[in-house]
């Protein structure tokens, strides 16, 4: 190496600048991580959509009922729109009701 050159800290190495040293090293904790409570929506919608299938094929299987195609796609449409909606609104609802309970530090 040459005189002029300075080598590089490395990332454990933080005894030479404390200033640079992470905060849970200058004695405070990490952050707690937040976890997300409640069924994941994917999921949920997962499950809901293999549940509706479910009942279309039982209903067609065991009934001599004939789906007229263009009406019963937009029905089913509007149908998830209106479920998208209403998830949503309990979303927002839940979240707001939390955020009340939520103790302030």
Known sequence: MSDRTTPLPR????????DHA???SQGAAPPEPQWISGPAPTTTLA????LVVA??????????IDLEWSTAL???GIALGVIF??????????R?????HRPTD
């Open 47 to 50: 499950g809901l959509l293999a």
């Open 74 to 76: 937009p029905v089913a």
């Open 96 to 100: 707001a009701r939390r955020a009340e």
């Open 85 to 94: 909606v209403l998830l949503g609104v309990v979303s927002l609802s839940v």
């Open 11 to 18: 990332a454990t190495d933080h005894t030479d600048h404390p």
């Open 22 to 24: 992470p905060p849970h």
């Open 55 to 64: 009942v279309l094929a039982g209903v067609r299987l065991t009934t001599d």
